[in-house]
T-cell receptor, first 116, second 115 residues
Framework: AQSVTQPDIHITVSEGASLELRCNYSYGATPYLFWYVQSPGQGLQLLLKYFSGDTLVQGIKGFEAEFKRSQSSFNLRKPSVHWSDAAEYFCAVGGNLKTSYDKVIFGPGTSLSVIP | GAGVSQSPSNKVTEKGKDVELRCDPISGHTALYWYRQSLGQGLEFLIYFQGNSAPDKSGLPSDRFSAERTGGSVSTLTIQRTQQEDSAVYLC?????????????FGPGTRLTVL
């Protein structure tokens, strides 16, 4: 079955520190992978996505993620966190299972707090 | 341009009442999705509309939940005889074609509280 796990429910980092949010997936075909961010009171916004090609993808707001097929992972990174990055982060997986609708499955989210 | 809008932003209702939640997708987007986000949970897929195709209702948790999309645009999610466990944020999203590679654009959500 298709699934996404985000092992860290909540992470706290200091402003200026580096960040890595973990994401692991289970999918029966070549996965399409996404990271979305949800700021307080806002809808979700796409940070970046991976379909094929270079396994290191760049996104908005200085985020990047690396697809590692051998580890079934798609971890999100940022070299220097800003206070405005405090939000909920969702990893998601979709693909082409040749079913009527290949749902995008979202992980449970990781809540990021940033301390001054 | 305008994004996805949802109304109301907040809804408080009594147990047993019916509620209707509205979603206006981005103009020109053929696909529309409803999700439910419970406290501390991820996004739970509810229903998917794609053009004139029959909707994928596989995520609806019970027959108290239904949704329609009129004219390929606005969608309404209806919850009948609401229960306290229905309390959640209901998110709507739209995408251009509805394929798995499409970016989904989300609305701000409707926070439903069932007393």
């Amino acid at each position: 079955a298709q699934s996404v796990t985000q092992p860290d429910i909540h992470i706290t980092v200091s402003e200026g520190a580096s960040l890595e949010l973990r994401c692991n997936y289970s999918y029966g075909a070549t996965p399409y992978l996404f990271w979305y961010v949800q700021s307080p009171g806002q809808g979700l916004q796409l940070l970046l996505k991976y379909f094929s090609g270079d396994t290191l993808v760049q996104g908005i707001k200085g985020f990047e993620a690396e697809f590692k097929r051998s580890q079934s992972s798609f971890n999100l990174r940022k070299p220097s966190v800003h206070w405005s990055d405090a939000a909920e982060y969702f990893c998601a997986v979709g693909g082409n299972l040749k079913t009527s609708y290949d749902k995008v499955i979202f992980g449970p989210g990781t809540s990021l707090s940033v301390i001054p | 341009g305008a994004g996805v809008s949802q109304s109301p932003s907040n809804k408080v209702t009594e147990k047993g009442k019916d509620v209707e939640l509205r979603c206006d997708p981005i103009s020109g987007h053929t696909a529309l999705y409803w999700y439910r986000q419970s406290l501390g949970q991820g996004l739970e897929f509810l229903i998917y509309f794609q053009g004139n195709s029959a909707p994928d209702k596989s995520g609806l948790p019970s027959d108290r939940f239904s949704a329609e999309r009129t004219g390929g645009s606005v969608s309404t999610l209806t919850i009948q005889r609401t229960q306290q466990e229905d309390s959640a944020v209901y998110l709507c999203a739209s995408s251009l074609r509805g394929s798995s590679t499409d970016t989904q654009y989300f609305g701000p959500g409707t926070r439903l509280t069932v007393l």
